[in-house]
């Protein structure tokens, strides 16, 4: 393929990139590349533009393949071969994605129809044992790490020194504790060469369908990684340019549409990672440019703010029986999104071999949490206890430390509990403890688990008048047999064994479930 003249292309319209001069005429787009590093070494020659040229093409036709057209050879005057052009047909400016949320556009369809597309094309990657060392925590420690190290000039300058700060400890943090999770994720063939570099610029919404291009061809290395790499890299461009809420639903319409499963965490930490870099670029390479630093700015702020919303966190709901805390436990799992909760009442009475009613939430790791009550979504603490299950009211011989309520069935009950925890907590999971956690040593096994998976530690002890907590004990029993257990009797002998529980936040509950619930949730922000 023999390319326009170079008179012809220098007198058409032009635009310029970092790498790359294109030349727009009629229908066309030639590439020429700039012979400047890439990153992986110096300047390329004319032959390795050729071969990077060539390597665009082919892969760039995975996703656009009637918009790469192929490699043309330019000549200069004279006649001699002096570079090599990437020949694309010219898209409509008018459809690009960046465009269109610029303009306000309803872009929720078109993000679908990307979503699918993505999902697709990740299906088909190439996977090896080469590609998959890139979703390593080693590697991806390293990536972090790099990153940081090429922003360290401006933190301070441009960017705020603490919040570069606390992203990168936030970052390894989080790597530290997600080793299974990373692993799951290797073991299940999601570590992929994919595109790389996905920005919203380079989606061109077409009536029959997208047309995705600009892969990251120069180096394989760049492309390789979890394929929620590829859709948290268009997701952190959403958000740049303004449209937050439809990253989110852009986001789940990849689960949808890709069928994998990933926690939440998990994808907050890869957009943050997209933020950040796209940080260091506009801070290294937007010397002129006079908006760069408020764009690095605001990347800055989307980093930090997914990846505090991505960390790993034990919350243990703590507090005597009819002090709310189980009402407050199920209500904080509901509001998280994903969280797991788990409940000692429950896992009580499966180690006892008791039957479980159809209201019983699933003894697996991951125990979903119940379906509020018309009560408890007014606010009225305790009253969502008319839900509760099948059981004795008191233990097998009546007392408190005998029965279900013996030393050693308490020991079972709260290993099992921080045994489903710590799995939870390796994938990326939030969990959340409802138990009455009045033992200062089981409390030091909880804070021991957080700290050996690196997650935040929430200590939360409910607390309310004796005469509120009876009120509410009496109600539950009056409202039928259910499997949290305990009577006012029980409750006072736990009270007097009670350790104290300096570390906690207070919850006070003689209140509305919405307002203890919104100072809980001001306390995890």
């Not at 890439?38 to 995975?62: F, I, S």
Request: proline letters at 5%.
């Amino acid at each position: 393929m023999r390319a326009p003249a170079l008179a012809e292309l220098t007198a058409g319209q032009t635009y310029e990139t970092h790498g790359a001069v294109l030349h727009l005429i009629g229908d066309h787009v030639y590439k020429r590349r700039k012979p400047v590093a890439t990153g992986v070494g110096p300047g390329p020659d004319r032959r390795a533009r050729e071969a990077l040229c060539l390597a665009e093409v082919m892969l760039n036709r995975r996703l656009a393949p009637d918009v790469y057209l192929g490699v043309a050879d330019l000549y200069d005057d004279g006649g001699a071969l002096v570079d090599h052009l990437v020949v694309m047909r010219r898209m409509p400016a008018n459809r690009q994605l960046s465009t269109l949320v610029r303009r306000g556009h309803r872009v929720a369809p078109f993000l679908r129809s990307v979503a699918r597309a993505l999902a697709v094309f990740h299906q088909r990657c190439e996977t090896s044992a080469r590609i998959a060392a890139a979703g390593e925590p080693a590697a991806l420690a390293a990536l972090w790490r790099e990153a940081m190290a090429g922003i360290v000039a401006y933190r301070g300058s441009q960017l705020d020194a603490a919040v570069v700060d606390d992203i990168g400890h936030l970052a390894l943090r989080y790597l530290a504790g997600r080793g299974e999770l990373l692993a799951e994720r290797t073991r299940a063939g999601w570590i992929r060469d994919g595109h790389g570099d996905l920005l919203a610029e380079d989606i061109f919404c077409l009536d029959d369908g997208p047309r995705i291009l600009d892969c990251v061809e120069f180096d394989p290395l760049l492309r390789s990684g979890d394929v929620l790499g590829d859709v948290a890299s268009l997701a952190m461009d959403l958000e740049r340019l303004g449209a937050a809420e439809e990253a989110a639903d852009f986001l789940e319409a990849y689960r949808e549409f890709s069928g994998e499963v990933h926690p939440r965490s998990l994808q907050h930490f890869y957009v943050a990672y997209r933020a950040f870099t796209h940080a260091r670029t506009a801070c290294v390479h937007g010397q002129g440019d006079q908006d760069a630093p408020e764009r690095a700015r605001r990347l800055l702020a989307v980093a930090h703010r997914h990846l505090r919303a991505g960390r790993v966190r034990l919350v243990v709901v703590g507090g005597l029986p009819g002090t709310g805390k189980t009402t407050l436990a199920s209500r904080l799992a509901e509001t998280g999104d994903g969280w797991v909760l788990l409940r000692s009442d429950i896992i009580r009475r499966e180690l006892a071999g008791d039957p479980t009613t159809e209201n019983t939430p699933p003894t697996a790791t991951a125990t979903p949490t119940p379906t509020p009550t018309t009560a408890t979504a007014t606010g009225a603490f305790g009253a969502d206890t008319a839900r509760a299950r099948a059981g004795d009211r008191t233990t097998s011989d009546g007392g408190f430390g005998v029965g279900r309520y013996a030393p050693a069935v308490t020991e079972a009950t709260y290993a099992e509990m921080l045994r489903r925890a710590r799995a939870a907590l390796c994938r990326g999971e939030n969990v959340v403890l409802d138990a009455s956690w009045s033992s200062a040593r089981l409390r030091a096994e909880a804070a021991d688990l957080a700290d050996e998976v690196s997650a935040d530690l929430v200590e939360l002890h409910c607390v309310t008048a004796p005469e509120v907590a009876a009120a509410r004990i009496a109600r539950r029993i009056g409202a039928g047999p259910g499997a949290r257990e305990a009577t006012q009797a029980i409750g006072a002998a736990m009270a007097a064994r009670s350790d104290p529980w300096p570390s906690a936040t207070v919850i006070r509950t003689a209140v509305s479930v919405a307002e203890a619930l919104q100072a809980v949730l001001n306390h995890l922000d």
